[in-house]
């Protein structure tokens, strides 16, 4: 069972910039398919940024140039880089991975809550305008 906690969200205004990390709980060396997921009140939750075991990403259209993942698999922990906050940005996010016995999943899937196994409890991140 792998753990996963997120940390740095917080409140910042339009145009600033917050910097997530995910610890994860156990070794993820090119084990896994890693993520950020985001979800605002009354909304489903949804993929922000998807990261494969070979440093390989994927990003959501509304996030594309804002937002940069990365692994750092010696220290087994994720990170989203966010930058340009919007008000729309404003929402819980969520640290996500894919378990090992899943194998790999197609680029297709890697925004989809459904390729995932692990979840955080989500930092909250609110921006204002």
């Known amino acids: 069972q792998v753990q996963l906690v997120e940390s740095g969200g917080g409140s910042v205004q339009a145009g600033g910039s917050l910097r997530l990390s995910c610890a994860a709980s156990?070794?993820?060396?090119?084990?896994?398919?890693m993520g950020w997921f985001r979800q605002a009140p009354g909304a489903e939750r949804v993929g922000v940024a998807g990261?494969?075991?070979?440093?390989?990403?994927k990003y959501a259209d509304g996030v594309k140039g804002r937002f940069t993942i990365s692994r750092d698999n010696a220290k087994n922990t994720l990170t989203l880089q966010m930058n340009s906050l919007k008000p729309e940005d404003t929402a819980m996010y969520y640290c996500?991975?894919?378990?090992?016995?899943?194998?790999?999943?197609?680029?297709?899937?890697?925004?989809?809550?459904?390729?995932?196994?692990?979840w955080g409890q989500g930092t909250q991140v609110t921006v204002s305008s």
């Open positions: 990261i494969d075991a070979d440093g390989s990403t």
């Open positions: 156990e070794y993820t060396y090119g084990t896994y398919l």
């Open positions: 996500a991975a894919r378990a090992k016995a899943r194998g790999r999943a197609h680029s297709t899937w890697w925004l989809q809550p459904e390729a995932y196994d692990y």
